[in-house]
């Protein structure tokens, strides 16, 4: 059995690969124009080629049976995979109704519905409609992004949005594409955009709730240290009001602390009159239009038994235990006030 398991799952990781088809060789493409020129020189130059997982191929194969079935039943009479090119720079329209709308078509999931339609689909669609209308084929040409949402494909319907292409954006396509181009003939890479810095996108900066850095950053920028706040992706705006939170919070809490002590303290002793007497199911007091209830659960809920974990240490064995457990240096955060010389 386990040897058809393993030949079941070989071969369907076979597939999901070869879905991708063959790594073509980098180059220049439609689709990143919007991005820092500078990096795509590099990636082109030095064919920088980003290593595919297995969930990347999954995701992949998604699109590509979803395309293939707006190919045969949706867009029939549509061009697919239309190339169109500016500045020598090629693009593959998904689905192209001549003379000038353009559909492209993403694979999703209904959990990235709120961030739809994508910031970067949005550049790939007028970077098509910039090159279709520097073809000369069309002077209004009219773009689309239609997302299938893969996990409930009715709420597709929904999510057709129309890309008009902007004056701006036009403008800035054309400009990386000349620029591009020009510095490929020159043999030299583009220099670095103004207003570019080291510590914010796209060169370094937070996303997806992680540090990143561009793979370019040292030969730009030359040795840099990253300020915690940039890697932290926090500002001091941002840590000054939640300081001051802190701070009101903590005058709050010491207002009250003997009061709310004090509810503890009867909670508790509520608590505790039920432990002592088995059979009851709730106690209750009040005063002064409060009441406080205790009341037990109808189900009993599994609890460890005190000092559990070292009595099993000892009935059992470190060993034993050593895989149920792990062992880390904690990271605790503590807020000081500047100037407070406290160490934590
Ligand atoms: S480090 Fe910045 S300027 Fe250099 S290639 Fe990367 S994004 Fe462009």
New binding site residues.
């Given amino acids: 059995m386990d040897a058809i398991v393993k030949e079941l799952r070989e071969r369907l990781e076979r597939a999901m690969q070869l879905s991708q088809g063959d790594r073509q060789p980098q180059r220049f493409r439609l689709s990143m124009l919007h991005?820092?020129?500078?990096?795509q020189?590099?990636v082109v130059a030095e064919q920088l080629q980003e290593p595919v997982g297995l969930e990347t191929s999954g995701h992949f194969l998604k699109g590509v049976l979803f395309e293939h079935w707006l190919r045969q039943a949706v867009f029939p009479d549509a061009l697919y995979q239309y190339e169109v090119e500016l500045e020598g720079i090629k693009g593959h329209v998904d689905f192209y109704f001549p003379p000038d709308v353009v559909v492209e078509v993403k694979a999703t999931t209904s959990n990235s519905i709120p961030f739809l339609p994508d910031y970067s689909h949005r550049w790939q669609v007028q970077a098509y409609l910039t090159a279709l209308k520097a073809s000369g084929v069309t002077d209004d040409p009219k773009g689309f992004l239609l997302y299938l949402i893969v996990d409930n494909p009715a709420l597709s319907l929904n999510h057709i949005y129309h890309i008009p292409l902007t004056p701006q954006a036009e403008w800035i396509l054309q400009q990386n594409a000349r620029l591009l181009s020009e510095c490929w003939q020159r043999g030299e890479p583009p220099p670095?955009?103004e207003r570019?810095s080291?510590h914010q996108p796209?060169?370094?900066g937070v996303a997806y709730g992680s540090y990143y850095?561009?793979?370019?950053?040292k030969?730009?920028?030359g040795e840099t240290t990253i300020p915690a706040a940039a890697m932290v992706g926090v500002s001091s705006e941002l840590v000054a009001s939640a300081g001051q939170a802190l701070a009101a919070q903590k005058e709050f809490l010491a207002r009250w602390r003997d009061k709310l002590t004090l509810a503890e303290r009867i909670g508790e002793r509520l608590r505790q009159v039920m432990r002592e007497n088995p059979d009851m199911e709730e106690l209750v007091v009040e005063g002064g239009g409060w009441r406080v209830v205790a009341r037990r659960d109808r189900q009993p809920t599994e609890m460890w038994q005190e000092g559990a974990k070292e009595r099993m240490k000892q009935d059992l064995g470190e060993d034993f235990l050593r895989p149920y457990l792990r062992y880390e240096r904690r990271i605790r955060v503590y807020w000081q006030q500047v100037g407070e010389e406290r160490a934590p």
């Fill in positions: 991005e820092c020129p500078r990096y020189f590099f670095i955009p570019f080291p796209p060169c370094a850095t561009c793979p370019f950053l030969r730009c920028w």
